[in-house]
């Protein structure tokens, strides 16, 4: 009962902040429309986005009526000239706005004449000597008048001299002439260019620990190069998201030495390279469970990464030491050593096991990447449901290959997460069969308007090779839980034998989340997930056993706090309880 009165609390919180929208008290709602453009309801739904931007309240110190009354003035006076601006940049340049006042405090409509939208007569570059890339212009002549199309015509007529003349200094800008008898405009772009040049020497200095050998391989040009700023660029974002410096400051000469080299001199500020981080979770499944780490981002002068980690839950204890070394033969590949000393208690095994392994990644492309290695466990496994005990040495070669477009990491809105993974296991003791263990899991996120997403995700996996039996009960598949089909207890979804878990050779999840931002920091979440165990390889498609629930989302800086409460809608007769509480870091998925 306490539990399910913090949650009562907390519900009731959100109830609170529910009383603001976007932000905005009650006491200070707006109720401004745009009147008129029921034939362009494109531009009035910008429009309306552009209103609901400038309705800002008051700031704390207005109190008095007079100036609450001298602030709506000002608010409505700065509301019609951003209109103008916007119907301007959709090429409505005779456009005109009557507001009507409704005599209610902070209500009123903005009536939109629009007029004529102009055209572009003519497209233009000077001075001369650029006009031989006129053909890079994707804004034409007789297409409306609009600032979108005119603004990244001129971004890619940046990218195609930048990249053919290699200018020290590129500026570009662009004028618009109208005609208002015939309504056009002629577009006028200018642009003002110094030497061409190439890129010099690259000195560093403010580096007291990194190795130099190791920061010359960040750079993304090479001395002589056509010298462009956003390589400039690229190389203080590499060198920032190393996370080894605080700041990167990139200076360049006044002009080009000679008339053509470009040195960069570039200071460096190392920031502190260990970090202690302290984490905690509740599942009511698992209990209480707590991790403490010790990180070393520099550990041999080359961005290594040593990462000592404990955790410790009811159900786990672990010990791990790992070894992250990037720029592993090639620019694109890091190498991973990893050993771990690990005991786990579960419904269907109790299970004490060292390993140690080594893997390869390797970035494809910005979003594709994959990775090979191979492993070492050696576990002394038993059987909660059938108190049988054996030793394996299981040797893996674990293979994956990842596809990630997510916007955010932590908290996606958009993109897709889709990971296959395939190993193959020989137990170098004989007391399992060969076999395979094969995975793919898939997430994706659409984001609607600001507040809301709907996020879906799906896993297949399957054991080929071996029956069920011969495969150690800690490599076969079980659902269940926080990271699973929430609702039911850790391992509670699938076979059983002997009333406790027994694992299968097959598995299929699902789930799908609705997450609504009540405020920047506070949101609410409503969930639904099944998944499937067989003792059968092939996944089978039906039959599900399904949970649901809501949850409280608290967005901090370092990513989204979770509280879920679950219940179980099938399969009840499995559940040691009616509702399951998690609390961790992170979304669900």
Not at 54 to 71: G, T
Not at 536 to 558: C, H, K, L, M, N
Request: aromatic fraction near 10%; include cysteine; charge should be negative.
């Amino acid at each position: 009962m306490r539990i399910l009165n913090h949650i009562f609390v907390i519900m009731a919180g959100l109830f609170l902040s529910s009383c603001f929208t976007d932000g905005i008290p009650l006491k200070h709602q707006y109720d401004y429309k745009i009147a008129g453009l029921s034939d362009l309801p494109e531009t009035k739904d910008y429009l309306d986005k552009i209103l609901k931007e400038q309705l800002i309240p008051p700031p704390d110190d207005v109190k008095s009526e007079a100036e609450l009354k001298r602030y709506e003035a000002y608010l409505e006076r700065r509301v019609e000239s951003s209109l103008i601006k916007a119907l301007h940049a959709k090429g409505f340049y005779d456009a005109e706005i009557k507001f009507q006042d409704t005599g209610v405090k902070n209500t009123g409509a903005y009536e939109i004449i629009k007029g004529d939208q102009y055209m572009i007569s003519e497209v233009s570059i000077k001075p001369k000597q650029f006009r031989q890339h006129i053909e890079a212009l994707t804004v034409e002549q007789g297409s409306a008048l609009t600032a979108v199309p005119v603004l990244k015509s001129q971004a890619e007529f940046y990218e195609v001299i930048q990249k053919d003349e290699c200018y020290f200094n590129l500026e570009m800008s662009y004028q618009v002439v109208l005609d208002r008898k015939v309504k056009t405009g002629r577009v006028i772009y200018d642009v003002e260019a110094g030497p061409k040049s190439v890129f010099g020497k690259v000195y560093f200095k403010g580096h007291t620990s990194v190795e130099e050998s190791y920061l010359r391989k960040l750079i993304p040009f090479k001395e002589g190069d056509c010298f462009r700023r956003e390589k400039i660029e690229k190389l203080r974002g590499e060198l920032l998201s190393t996370g080894l410096f605080a700041r990167a400051d990139i200076k360049l000469p006044d002009q080009p030495v000679d008339g053509k080299v470009v040195p960069l001199d570039i200071d460096l500020k190392e920031r502190a390279h260990r970090t202690v981080r302290v984490g905690a979770s509740f599942y009511t499944d698992e209990g209480l469970g707590g991790v403490v780490g010790w990180e070393h981002r520099n550990f041999l002068g080359s961005a290594e990464k040593l990462e000592a980690k404990i955790k410790a839950s009811q159900r786990q204890q672990q010990a791990s030491l790992d070894l992250t070394k990037p720029f592993f033969i090639r620019k694109d590949q890091t190498l991973s050593l990893t050993s771990s000393l690990e005991r786990e208690d579960s419904d269907a095994f109790d299970e004490l096991s060292i390993g140690a392994g080594a893997s390869i990644a390797r970035a494809f492309t910005r979003r594709l990447s994959g990775s090979t290695g191979v492993e070492l466990k050696i576990s002394q496994i038993e059987g909660k449901n059938t108190l049988i005990q054996d030793n394996f040495a299981l040797l893996s070669f674990p293979h994956s290959l990842t596809w990630d477009s997510r916007n955010d990491k932590l908290n996606a809105r958009k993109g897709w997460f889709i990971k296959g993974t395939s190993e193959p296991f020989l137990d170098m003791l004989g007391n399992s069969d060969p076999f395979f263990k094969n995975r793919v899991t898939a997430s994706t996120y659409f984001g609607f308007e600001k507040n809301t997403v709907f996020a879906v995700r799906a896993s297949v996996g399957s054991i080929q090779g071996a029956d069920i039996e011969n495969v150690p009960a800690t490599e076969r598949f079980y659902a269940g839980g926080g990271g699973s089909v929430r609702g039911f207890g850790y391992q509670e979804v699938g076979p059983f034998m002997n009333g406790d878990p027994s694992g299968g050779a097959s598995i299929v999840e699902g789930a799908a989340e609705i997450r609504y931002k009540l405020t920047d920091t506070l949101g609410v979440v409503g969930f639904v997930d099944a998944g499937k165990v067989d003792e059968s390889p092939t996944p089978e498609f039906g039959d599900f056993s399904i949970g649901a629930g809501v949850g409280v989302r608290y967005y901090s800086s370092f990513g989204p706090l979770r509280l879920d409460v679950a219940t179980p809608l099938t399969d009840k007769g499995n559940a040691d309880s009616s509702y399951q509480i998690y609390i961790s870091i992170g979304q669900a998925f």
